[in-house]
C-alpha cells in the first residue's frame, strides 16, 4: 500500500511516521513544497527576540533523519499543484514534475497567513509570519538594526541594509498570539513598538477580564496599544513609511501584519473535496474528506468542538499532531478518532502568562443552546505567608441552569500558574462537569505552588453561588 502526504509539518510527518511504525511494508510518500519539515512555528518570535540562536532549533526532525531512520520517502522541494481523486494520484513539481500514485492520501496543507483588505502590503519592509522564511527575514532585520552586538547574526541571507538608525519605530498590525509575542520580541530588541487593533480589545478569543490584565500589562512596557484602530494603508514609496489609520498617521520603519490565518484548502477545492461551514476542508471524526480514502488534518481542516459539537477551525499545534497521529494509525489498519478540541491555547506577554479553553463568548453559548453566566476572581497564587508569588485572575463560563462549565480563561504574572491551572479547566470543559463538581476536584497543593483552595475551585464554588 501506498501513503502519500501533501504537506511536511505537525499533522504530515505524525501521521507519515506513526503508518511507517505500525506497518512498516506501507509506502510512504511525503511531498513537501519548502526546505523546512516537523519544525515548530510557535517557536518563530522567541528566534526572532534572540532567545532561540538557530532555526535549527526549532527542528523537532530533519528531512535526513526521516529518509534514513524512519524509511520515509520524504521529498522536499516539490509543490503538488493537483489531486484526481479518480485516477488515485497527486501531480507535483520539483525540479521536474512528478505523478505519484495512492492508496490513501493525507491533505496537510497546513494555513497561511491571513492579507487583510489593507493599501500597501507589498510595501518592502511588510512582514508576516507564516513559515520559518518569514522568521528568518525578521531575524534578519532585527539583527542589522541592533546596535548592541549581542544578537548573535543570522546564518545567511541579505541584511537590512537600508537601516541608518535602529532602534526606530515599528508597527504591529493584530492584536492576537502573533501581534502580541511578536510586539514583546522587538521591544525587547529595543525598538518602538505600535500595535494596531481593529476592535475594541485584545486576545478576542479570552475573557474580557484577561484582555485587560494583558492590555494594561503591554501599556506597562511601554508598548503603544492603539484599540479601535483600522488600518487603512501602509503608506510610502518603496518602503513602509507609516501606519495610517483613522486617526491618523503613525511613522514605522517596519511592520509585522499579524492578523491571523486561513486554511490551505485550493488543492482539495479543485479535487472536489467539500469544505466546512468554516472555510476549511470538511472531515468526519476519523479525519475522512467526502472522498474516499483521501484525508485531511492539521490547519487546513476543522474538527468538531466538544462543548457544542459543532465544526470549527482551531489552527493550533496539538490538534494537528493529534489527528496527524489518528490518520497514520488509521492508515496503518487501526481505525482511530481524531477528537474533538476545546480551543485550548496559552500567550505569552512579556511577564504576564494568560490561557483560555472551551467557549467564554455569550452569543455562541446562547446559540449552543446555554444560558451564559460568567464570573471573575483575583485570587493569591501561593500561601499568603510564603515568601513569593503573585495574582491569579480566573474567569468561568458555565450554563446557568444546569451549572456545566462551557469555558474558562486564566491569567497571571509569567510563572505564577495560569497556564497550568487551565488545564484543570480543560478537564472539566471535555469531560462537562458542573461548577459543583469543579469546586470538588482534588488539585494538588503545598505553598510554594498554591493556596489550600486553587484559585480555580474558588472561581468555580463563587460562580455556583451566584449563578
Known amino acids: 500500500m501506498t501513503f502519500v502526504v501533501i504537506g511536511g509539518d505537525a499533522a504530515g510527518m505524525s501521521a507519515a511516521s506513526k503508518a511507517k511504525r505500525d506497518a512498516p511494508d506501507t509506502e510512504v510518500v511525503v511531498f513537501e513544497a519548502g526546505e523546512w519539515v516537523s519544525y515548530g512555528a510557535?517557536?518563530?518570535?522567541?528566534?526572532?527576540?534572540?532567545?532561540?540562536?538557530?532555526?535549527?532549533?526549532?527542528?523537532?526532525?530533519?528531512?535526513?533523519?526521516?529518509?534514513?531512520?524512519?524509511?520515509?520517502?520524504?521529498?522536499?522541494?516539490?509543490?503538488?499543484?493537483?489531486?484526481?481523486?479518480?485516477?488515485?494520484?497527486?501531480?507535483?513539481?520539483?525540479?521536474?514534475?512528478?505523478?505519484?500514485?495512492?492508496?490513501?492520501?493525507?491533505?496537510?496543507?497546513?494555513?497561511?497567513?491571513?492579507?487583510?483588505?489593507?493599501?500597501?502590503?507589498?510595501?518592502?519592509?511588510?512582514?508576516?509570519?507564516?513559515?520559518?522564511?518569514?522568521?528568518?527575514?525578521?531575524?534578519?532585520?532585527?539583527?542589522?538594526?541592533?546596535?548592541?552586538?549581542?544578537?548573535?547574526?543570522?546564518?545567511?541571507?541579505?541584511?537590512?541594509?537600508?537601516?541608518?538608525?535602529?532602534?526606530?519605530?515599528?508597527?504591529?498590525?493584530?492584536?492576537?498570539?502573533?501581534?502580541?509575542?511578536m510586539a514583546e520580541a522587538l521591544a525587547a530588541n529595543d525598538f518602538e513598538v505600535h500595535l494596531f487593533q481593529r476592535g475594541d480589545r485584545l486576545l478576542k478569543s479570552f475573557s474580557e477580564a484577561t484582555s485587560e490584565a494583558v492590555l494594561d500589562h503591554l501599556r506597562e512596557q511601554d508598548v503603544a496599544v492603539n484599540l479601535g484602530a483600522e488600518v487603512a494603508e501602509l503608506a510610502g514609496g518603496d518602503r513602509v513609511e507609516a501606519v495610517v489609520t483613522d486617526a491618523g498617521r503613525t511613522p514605522v520603519e517596519m511592520v509585522l501584519v499579524g492578523t491571523g490565518v486561513s486554511p490551505r484548502t485550493d488543492l482539495a477545492e479543485g479535487a472536489g473535496i467539500e469544505l466546512g461551514e468554516t472555510g476549511a476542508i470538511a472531515a468526519d471524526e476519523y479525519r475522512e474528506t467526502s472522498i474516499s480514502d483521501v484525508y485531511a488534518a492539521g490547519d487546513c481542516a476543522e474538527a468538531d468542538h466538544v462543548v457544542t459539537g459543532d465544526p470549527v477551525h482551531v489552527p493550533l499545534a496539538l490538534t494537528a499532531n493529534r489527528h496527524g497521529r489518528a490518520v497514520g494509525q488509521t492508515i496503518a489498519g487501526n481505525p482511530t478518532k481524531g477528537g474533538p478540541v476545546a480551543g485550548t491555547a496559552a500567550v505569552k506577554a512579556f511577564d504576564v502568562e494568560a490561557a483560555r479553553t472551551g467557549i467564554l463568548d455569550h452569543e455562541t453559548a446562547r446559540d449552543a443552546g446555554f444560558d451564559p453566566v460568567t464570573g471573575t476572581i483575583d485570587a493569591k497564587s501561593r500561601a499568603g505567608y510564603y515568601p513569593e508569588g503573585g495574582t491569579v485572575r480566573v474567569t468561568i463560563t458555565a450554563d446557568r441552569e444546569s451549572g456545566r462549565v462551557l469555558g474558562g480563561s486564566l491569567v497571571s504574572e509569567y510563572g505564577e500558574g495560569a497556564v497550568h491551572r487551565s488545564h484543570a479547566l480543560v478537564g472539566a470543559v471535555t469531560e462537562g462537569v458542573t461548577l459543583a463538581e469543579l469546586s470538588n476536584y482534588d488539585l494538588a497543593y503545598a505553598p510554594p505552588f498554591n493556596t489550600t483552595w486553587d484559585p480555580v475551585l474558588t472561581a468555580a464554588k463563587v460562580l455556583d453561588g451566584d449563578r
Open 42 to 181: 510557535c517557536g518563530l518570535p522567541y528566534y526572532i527576540k534572540g532567545e532561540i540562536q538557530s532555526l535549527d532549533d526549532l527542528v523537532s526532525v530533519t528531512p535526513e533523519e526521516f529518509r534514513e531512520q524512519r524509511d520515509i520517502d520524504l521529498r522536499t522541494g516539490h509543490e503538488v499543484v493537483a489531486i484526481d481523486p479518480d485516477g488515485k494520484t497527486v501531480t507535483a513539481r520539483g525540479e521536474s514534475e512528478v505523478v505519484q500514485e495512492y492508496d490513501q492520501l493525507l491533505i496537510s496543507t497546513g494555513a497561511a497567513a491571513v492579507e487583510p483588505p489593507i493599501d500597501g502590503l507589498d510595501r518592502d519592509g511588510v512582514y508576516t509570519l507564516g513559515s520559518m522564511a518569514d522568521g528568518k527575514d525578521l531575524r534578519e532585520y532585527v539583527s542589522r538594526a541592533r546596535t548592541e552586538g549581542d544578537l548573535q547574526q543570522p546564518d545567511s541571507g541579505p541584511a537590512c541594509e537600508f537601516l541608518e538608525t535602529c532602534n526606530g519605530p515599528v508597527g504591529v498590525v493584530g492584536g492576537g498570539y502573533i501581534g502580541i509575542e
